[in-house]
């Protein structure tokens, strides 16, 4: 990873597909968002132009899959909406190819079941989801899933555990990246009381 | 407020404007989007279309303000793009009105600052960001700030501290109207610890 904080801001795409989860997106980029300076990002979905959430409320993807330029960060999210991409042999072949490059691979919740589906987690370690954690660990070949962990770091690859388990992890990434200060600060004034310590899980079973 | 559970959805209409903070809208949006047999939703924006948030990715409005029909619960978050509507009459004076009928008006972080300068805090305890306490309390006429609060319920008002409150508060609106045990069910399923005590407040000065 780059080590000096005079490079250019990093920038973050985030994966978006019809029924992803709000906070999943939402939870990381209001943390990344805070620090312009860092970090630029944009959306990346199907078609550049309205995506559907879960939830109801549509954001904008900035530009479509195809069109997506190269990201120092891939965000991905989980949601519903994703299970129907996981036999998505296109949709893998390009995340896949699309990520290899980047500096930084993460995924929220079920992002981590895409990443294993494309390849993306091979010989690592990760989490995912608890409530689902039998089925997301059916998932990907030579994947070492870990049953209790809010998130893990395996080289390039963060992964963590469901929805709110992302912001823990989005300010672990700031402290990997630009120090434990600037994370501290960040959860401070976001009035989030950061969990900081991979290891906790609460709701692992 | 409606005891029933039978009864039909409430509808949540979220105010967004330009420069709104992610994680106030999100987070929310976020809890009450889980429950889609107790909460429909939508967001209202200056024009219906793109919004663009403080950190920048877009949501889609479903109407304009003047196009909103009346909402069950009003959302109002913050962010930086809310100082410049605070000397809006025509906007404060159509929030005044609109959401007056609401069965229950809240608002995240400085979302506080605008129901102030609506008048929609007139004889009601409030709360707001706690970095920018000082200058949110200088806001409305009679209000009583609260300095140390996650969030504040006065009587059919919510208002909640900055950012991160804002999920805290919305489990405790659940609770209000559908019980605890709902409310404890859907912060386990999105893994998140829910701080339960409005009154215990670590980011207050």
């Known amino acids: 990873m780059r080590s000096s904080d005079s490079d250019r801001p990093?920038?973050?795409?985030?994966?978006?597909?019809?029924?992803?989860?709000l906070l999943d997106v939402f939870g990381p980029l209001e943390i990344f968002g805070i620090i312009p300076d860092r970090f630029t990002m944009s959306l990346i979905g199907p078609a550049a132009g309205s995506v559907?959430?879960?939830q109801g409320p549509q954001a904008i993807a900035d530009c479509?899959?195809?069109?997506?330029?190269p990201a120092d960060v891939v965000l991905v999210p989980g949601g519903i909406g994703n299970r129907r991409l996981l036999g998505d042999k296109t949709f893998l072949a390009?995340?896949?190819e699309w990520a290899s490059t980047a500096e930084l691979i993460a995924s929220v919740c079920t992002g981590s079941v895409m990443l294993a589906c494309a390849g993306l987690l091979k010989g690592h370690r990760a989490t995912s989801n608890k409530r689902l954690f039998s089925w997301a660990a059916g998932h990907g070949d030579d994947v070492e899933w870990v049953p209790a962990a809010r998130w893990v770091e395996d080289r390039n690859r963060w992964t963590s555990s469901g929805y709110a388990a992302g912001m823990d992890m989005a300010l672990a990434i700031i402290a990997r990246l630009h120090g434990e200060p600037l994370a501290l600060q960040i959860a401070h004034d976001i009035e989030l009381e950061w969990q900081s310590d991979s290891t906790s899980d609460p709701f692992a079973e």
């Open 10 to 21: 990093r920038h973050i795409a985030t994966v978006l597909f019809d029924g992803f989860e």
């Open 64 to 69: 479509s899959y195809h069109d997506a330029p």
């Open 94 to 96: 390009w995340l896949a």
């Open 52 to 54: 559907r959430s879960a």
